[in-house]
């Protein structure tokens, strides 16, 4: 879908529920962020992009967070994606439901990864001692292949994941050294809420928390899950993603449960 027509369809259902000053005490707070400003900015000359500048420039109007607006990963265009950071921004700038894409450790905890087997792209593990757990050891590219890793929140413990920080998704495949292929971050987005002690990592259960004490609705994805030796049957995995919600008394109501794989919606 093209950006400006999600744009256009966040803005308008924001505007939607904008309320006065004076009536938004009820209500959930939000604010739209310097990103709504600069893609209204980039459009083409149009009555919607006068219609949401109107909108947005309204200064007697209250932004609320909005059901329609989900955090996928949280804000990852700006913040590394699937941490406490990024889950903060996006409900700050109205996400009314947020994604915690679940993936499972060594030990058989539920943590927070768009997929089992991404450390090597969205964390910083390669330039930490951990890089030497990873299912497949860092490669260097050469002038006719490309870097060769793979690492993975099953090849980890949970103590030992929590050690680790996120960053923004991206790689240099051709890249000769560890710190150099962990340096491939897209133009669209930036490295600068990423640095120093950012990143902060989440298990799926932070994750609820975290989404309960802002007000907001869960929508967790199990992710294509593939059993190691030692580690939680399919069923067990399905059902634990289900009891953490249950243990935090979550409202079964505000909770949308998803998977790609046919068996996990079946179950």
């Given at each position: 879908?093209?950006?400006?027509?999600?744009?256009?369809?966040?803005?308008?259902?924001?505007?939607?529920?904008?309320?006065?000053?004076?009536?938004?005490?009820?209500?959930?707070?939000?604010?739209?962020?310097?990103?709504?400003?600069?893609?209204?900015?980039?459009?083409?000359a149009?009555?919607?992009?006068?219609?949401?500048?109107?909108?947005?420039?309204?200064?007697?109007?209250?932004?609320?967070a909005?059901?329609?607006?989900?955090?996928?990963?949280?804000?990852a265009?700006?913040?590394?994606?699937?941490?406490?950071e990024?889950?903060?921004?996006?409900?700050?700038?109205?996400?009314?439901?947020?994604?915690?894409?679940?993936?499972?450790?060594k030990?058989?905890?539920?943590?927070?990864?768009?997929?089992?087997?991404?450390?090597?792209t969205?964390?910083?593990?390669?330039v930490?001692?951990?890089?030497?757990?990873?299912?497949t050891?860092?490669?260097?590219?050469?002038?006719?292949?490309s870097?060769?890793?793979?690492?993975?929140?099953?090849?980890?413990?949970?103590?030992?994941?929590?050690?680790?920080?996120?960053?923004?998704?991206?790689?240099?495949?051709?890249?000769?050294?560890?710190?150099?292929?962990?340096?491939?971050?897209?133009?669209?987005r930036?490295?600068?809420?990423a640095?120093?002690?950012?990143?902060k990592?989440?298990?799926?259960?932070?994750?609820?928390?975290?989404?309960?004490?802002?007000?907001?609705?869960?929508?967790?994805?199990?992710?294509?899950?593939?059993?190691?030796?030692?580690?939680?049957?399919?069923?067990?995995?399905?059902?634990?993603?289900?009891?953490?919600?249950?243990d935090?008394?979550?409202?079964?109501?505000?909770?949308?449960?998803?998977?790609?794989?046919?068996?996990?919606?079946k179950?």
């Open positions: 879908m093209h950006r400006h027509t999600v744009l256009a369809a966040l803005i308008g259902a924001a505007c939607s529920v904008a309320v006065s000053a004076s009536s938004h005490r009820s209500m959930l707070r939000a604010k739209l962020g310097p990103r709504t400003r600069y893609l209204i900015d980039d459009m083409e149009s009555d919607l992009k006068t219609s949401l500048r109107t909108c947005l420039d309204d200064k007697t109007m209250m932004y609320v909005h059901d329609f607006s989900i955090g996928h990963r949280g804000a265009m700006m913040f590394p994606e699937h941490t406490e990024s889950y903060i921004a996006a409900m700050e700038m109205g996400a009314g439901i947020v994604e915690c894409d679940v993936a499972v450790t030990d058989g905890e539920l943590v927070c990864r768009h997929d089992q087997c991404d450390l090597h969205s964390t910083n593990i390669l930490t001692d951990l890089k030497s757990k990873c299912s050891p860092f490669t260097a590219a050469t002038s006719n292949t870097v060769l890793v793979k690492c993975c929140t099953s090849d980890l413990t949970l103590a030992e994941f929590k050690t680790l920080k996120g960053k923004m998704d991206g790689a240099n495949s051709k890249a000769t050294t560890a710190a150099a292929y962990q340096d491939g971050t897209s133009k669209t930036t490295d600068m809420y640095a120093g002690s950012h990143g990592l989440l298990t799926h259960k932070e994750s609820i928390a975290l989404i309960q004490k802002w007000g907001r609705k869960a929508t967790p994805e199990l992710k294509t899950y593939t059993k190691e030796t030692g580690m939680l049957e399919y069923d067990a995995v399905r059902a634990k993603v289900v009891k953490e919600y249950k935090a008394n979550f409202p079964a109501e505000n909770v949308w449960l998803q998977s790609f794989n046919v068996a996990d919606i179950w």
